[in-house]
């Protein structure tokens, strides 16, 4: 169901608020540790992340188990499929305000592309637009991630439960969603506004390949420099058995 522009535009504006104060206050909340205090403004910046991840997976996990059953879609759902403009901005602005250019292009890339198809998509295609917040559920863990890494609890169980968890919801939320997402694209192309089908034709061809890269970057850090050794210590050991 269609909104009108003035509560879109208050939503964006309530959610960017709301996610600018969170920033502002969670370090009274969660106090950073003596390995994170070099860099208060991004432990501060994931927080607030997992707290929107938290939020909108949570709220789109509920939201499609409903999907085959609405018309259209009540204000909670709404509200949900609301929320990430406003913290996509806030995102945006506490990194162009505290990082360099050159560290963040990669994400201010990212949620430039996701809010302008965030923006095209939601007013008519809710059920996609939480379909594709899906995702977020997976970034709970990648935040949770860089939490344990900047509190310095990379050796330990948590991290690598964390890391497990992480590998197999990249997969199931987030390369699987993005799978669907291209697939229902191409589908109902002839149903989608030329405009809008483009952008999302387009960014699924941006984010697709970004999404790929960051799954093999978490790889390579959380499991290949564990395995590597693994598998050399295994194989040293066999060929020293076999010649004894």
Known sequence: MPMALGPDLLLVAGSFAAFRLLNRGVERLMPPPPSARRNRWKWRN???????SVLSGGGALAGVQVLPYRTSWPPPSLLIA?????????????????QKLHQSWELLF????????????????????????????????????????????????????????????????????????????????????????????????????MNIILFYRLLRSDFFNIVSPLLFWICKHHCVFLTS
Not at 46 to 52: D, E, G, K, P, V
Not at 83 to 89: H, N
Not at 177 to 202: D, E, I, K
């Open 110 to 209: 990212h949620h430039s592309v996701v809010s302008l198809l965030g923006g095209m998509l939601l007013h008519q295609y809710v059920g996609f637009a939480l379909v594709a917040l899906l995702v977020e559920i997976n970034s709970i863990f990648l935040h949770l991630r860089q939490i344990l890494l900047m509190a310095d609890l990379v050796h330990t169980t948590c991290y690598r439960l964390n890391s497990i968890i992480n590998l197999g919801t990249y997969v199931v939320f987030r390369i699987a969603t993005l799978a669907w997402m291209t697939r229902w694209l191409f589908l109902n192309r002839q149903h989608v506004p030329l405009a809008t089908y483009t952008v999302g034709t387009v960014g699924m061809a941006i984010m697709t390949p």
């Open 82 to 98: 609301s929320l990430f403009p406003g913290y996509f901005l806030e995102d945006f602005v506490d990194m162009l305000c505290n």
């Open 46 to 52: 994931i927080w607030t992340s997992l707290a929107h």
